[in-house]
């Protein structure tokens, strides 16, 4: 990596939920990113995240993986607005007999020229946590430059 990339790249991290409140839906031009409800983003970002699933795949054993594409729009660190599109990769393990996922993580690098308005020219990749059944139900962290 460039030395002067990695000095203007800003660590991120937060939490996330599905919140239908905050986030009602995607930006008209992203209409077809509704596989899931808005997910309200709240720590260094601010905004919201959706999501279009382009693949799919499981096993008996339950691991279930995901690719698909997403637009945030929000703020880094109370900047300006803005939105940019990752593209991501899920994978999780779910317990065969009740259904019920037992954990999970993801990668979202962050398309290049993708940024508008407070993300113009962002790069890097956020990484969600998943923690089933608890009250913060995911975490991120990342940077963006």
Same mark, same amino acid.
């Given at each position: 990596?460039? /030395?002067?990339?990695?000095?203007?790249? +800003?660590?991120? *991290?937060? *939490?996330?939920?599905?919140?239908? +409140?905050?986030?009602? $839906?995607?930006?008209?031009?992203?209409?077809?990113?509704?596989?899931?409800?808005?997910?309200? !983003? =709240?720590? *260094?970002?601010?905004?919201? !995240?959706?999501? #279009?699933?382009? $693949?799919?795949? =499981? +096993?008996?054993?339950?691991?279930? !993986? =995901?690719?698909?594409?997403?637009?945030?729009?929000?703020?880094?660190?109370?900047?300006?607005?803005?939105?940019?599109?990752?593209?991501?990769?899920?994978?999780? #393990?779910?317990?065969?007999?009740?259904?019920?996922?037992?954990? $999970?993580?993801?990668?979202?690098?962050?398309?290049?020229?993708?940024?508008?308005?407070?993300?113009?020219?962002?790069?890097?990749? !956020?990484?969600? #946590?998943?923690?089933?059944?608890? /009250?913060?139900?995911?975490?991120?962290?990342? *940077?963006?430059?």
């Amino acid at each position: 990596m460039h /030395p002067a990339a990695s000095q203007a790249a +800003t660590r991120i *991290s937060g *939490s996330a939920d599905y919140d239908t +409140t905050k986030c009602p $839906g995607p930006p008209p031009a992203y209409a077809d990113f509704d596989t899931y409800p808005g997910l309200a !983003l =709240e720590g *260094s970002l601010d905004g919201c !995240l959706y999501t #279009k699933v382009t $693949g799919t795949h =499981e +096993t008996p054993s339950g691991v279930y !993986l =995901e690719t698909g594409q997403e637009v945030f729009v929000g703020r880094l660190d109370g900047g300006p607005m803005g939105t940019f599109t990752t593209g991501y990769r899920f994978e999780s #393990k779910w317990d065969a007999a009740t259904g019920v996922e037992v954990h $999970g993580r993801c990668q979202h690098p962050i398309i290049a020229g993708s940024g508008t308005g407070g993300f113009a020219g962002a790069t890097g990749r !956020l990484d969600f #946590k998943d923690f089933p059944g608890e /009250p913060v139900p995911y975490v991120y962290r990342g *940077s963006v430059g």
